[in-house]
T-cell receptor, first 114, second 116 residues
Framework: DGGITQSPKYLFRKEGQNVTLSCEQN?????MYWYRQDPGQGLRLIYY???????QKGDIAEGYSVSREKKESFPLTVTSAQKNPTAFYLC?????????????FGDGTRLSIL | AQSVSQHNHHVILSEAASLELGCNYS??????LFWYVQYPGQHLQLLLK??????LVKGIKGFEAEFIKSKFSFNLRKPSVQWSDTAEYFC??????????????FGKGTKLSVKP
């Protein structure tokens, strides 16, 4: 079955540590996205990528970094500069870039601070 | 800046009651509109979408939504809810600027709890 796989499901970070969240898709979609979901805040866009080797900042990119070396993979690194990283992180993809097509979502990674 | 407002944070209904969840957006141009649902422990799924044409859109599981351009609204409705509709519902909008699309903007979500 085609879909989006996020790992790990739960992740714990120590103060001052960088952590990387994995997102893989086998839908052959061009565009991939990272969102942060906080209770009562909805989804906020962190970064997005429309094609390989290209990505753009979303609304809340500070303290995060991404790479897009392969079409199917879009890992997100939460750096130590992100002062409030505890949240639920969702990865999504869509077929033709920012074309207005619906996005498909992964199951999410819940990040907590130790 | 564009924004999406969902009026109710938490709605509690009994089974068989009718549902209407409000969604308003702030962009005056052409938009694509979506409702997503997140069932407990599951990923976000598309419920329905509006791009153009008939402003009354039917989605999965008996849901429908009506786009009213003059009111900048895209309210979600279901005539008779079931316990299995308990979930969080998100309205989302992306604006079209000429030939290009903006990013998807989400509302803050509405939690629906259906009592059996």
């Amino acid at each position: 079955d085609g879909g989006i796989t996020q790992s790990p499901k739960y992740l714990f970070r120590k103060e001052g540590q960088n952590v990387t969240l994995s997102c893989e898709q086998n839908l052959n979609h061009d565009a991939m996205y990272w969102y942060r979901q906080d209770p009562g805040q909805g989804l906020r866009l962190i970064y997005y990528s429309q094609i390989v080797n290209d990505f753009q900042k979303g609304d809340i990119a500070e303290g995060y970094s991404v790479s897009r070396e392969k079409k199917e993979s879009f890992p997100l690194t939460v750096t130590s500069a992100q002062k409030n990283p505890t949240a639920f992180y969702l990865c999504a993809s869509s077929p033709f870039g920012i074309s207005g097509q619906p996005q498909h979502f992964g199951d999410g990674t819940r990040l907590s601070i130790l | 800046a564009q924004s999406v407002s969902q009026h109710n944070h938490h709605v509690i209904l009994s089974e068989a009651a009718s549902l209407e969840l409000g969604c308003n957006y702030s962009y005056g141009g052409t938009v694509n509109l979506f409702w997503y649902v997140q069932y407990p422990g599951q990923h976000l799924q598309l419920l329905l979408k509006y791009f153009s044409g008939d402003p009354l859109v039917k989605g999965i599981k008996g849901f429908e939504a009506e786009f009213i351009k003059s009111k900048f609204s895209f309210n979600l409705r279901k005539p008779s809810v079931q316990w299995s509709d308990t979930a969080e519902y998100f309205c989302a909008v992306n604006a079209r600027y000429g030939g290009s699309q903006g990013n998807l903007i989400f509302g803050k979500g509405t939690k629906l709890s259906v009592k059996p």
